[in-house]
């Protein structure tokens, strides 16, 4: 074999590699949160996550997964005839090819979502996409790891999601959102950590308190519990 043909295989297996990402699962359900709440959704969930809140319900994405082609990725979501794509994890952003496959998912026309944690940097994804960003509140045990740059590369059509397993995460987001103003830089949703705060405390405290924010649940939860899958 020639140097220039060793040359060419490996650039090709490099070529290979670098479109290539590690998923944990794909599939068909319906989104439970955010503004796209109720469509028919595809789910890519990316294997891996820096974090460790306490109320994860995604554990199992922090290790293990099969590397996945993204042409072949690109082919199961269609596949399933979805308008809607959702990227998640784990923490899809510790991938970095994954602004590969958002770009790609948004030139095949998809409507785009990515839900990311909020600790690492947004400012290269997509603006096409629709970040779905978390705040990590004090009893996620990961509220230092929040990277404020973040709310400055917030597009309008993004959400900021606080999750709340208390009163104190409560009054803490309460600030957090008057501080900064987030609400004026995009959508932000509350969400109540099941079994932690009753959605209907987080409701009235919002209401009492008169804030421009959006209570959400989890509707996934309500159709299927925990049911891996969906």
């Known amino acids: 074999m020639s140097g220039s043909d060793t040359s060419v295989e490996m650039t090709t297996a490099a070529s290979s590699a670098a479109e290539r990402l590690r998923i944990t699962e794909i599939f068909h359900s319906?989104?439970?949160?955010?503004?796209?709440?109720g469509w028919r959704t595809v789910f890519v969930r990316l294997t891996g996550c820096p974090l460790r809140c306490v109320w994860c319900d995604t554990e199992y994405s922090f290790y293990g997964g099969n590397w996945r082609?993204?042409?072949?990725?690109?082919?199961?979501?269609?596949?399933?005839?979805?308008?809607?794509?959702?990227?998640?994890?784990?923490?899809?952003?510790?991938?970095?090819?994954?602004?590969?496959?958002?770009q790609k998912l948004c030139d095949a026309g998809y409507e785009v979502s990515l839900e990311t944690s909020g600790a690492?940097?947004?400012s290269t994804v997509d603006p096409r996409v629709r970040k779905v960003m978390d705040l990590?509140?004090?009893d996620s045990g990961e509220s230092k790891r929040?990277?404020?740059?973040?709310?400055?590369?917030?597009?309008?059509?993004?959400?900021?999601k606080i999750v709340i397993a208390s009163r104190t995460d409560y009054e803490w987001a309460r600030e957090a959102v008057a501080e900064h103003d987030i609400d004026q830089r995009c959508m932000v949703l509350?969400?109540?950590?099941?079994?932690?705060?009753?959605?209907?405390?987080?409701?009235?405290w919002i209401i009492e308190d008169k804030l421009p924010v959006r209570f959400q649940l989890q509707l996934h939860k309500l159709l299927w519990h925990d049911a891996p899958g969906h």
């Open 69 to 102: 082609d993204i042409d072949d990725i690109l082919a199961e979501v269609a596949s399933h005839g979805a308008r809607h794509v959702c990227v998640t994890g784990g923490e899809p952003l510790a991938q970095k090819r994954c602004l590969v496959l958002l």
């Open 30 to 37: 319906i989104q439970g949160e955010a503004d796209a709440i």
């Open 190 to 204: 509350f969400s109540p950590v099941h079994g932690a705060v009753e959605p209907r405390a987080l409701a009235e």
């Open 146 to 160: 929040n990277l404020w740059s973040n709310l400055d590369h917030l597009l309008p059509h993004d959400q900021v």
């Open 136 to 138: 990590k509140a004090p």
């Open 120 to 122: 690492l940097d947004v």
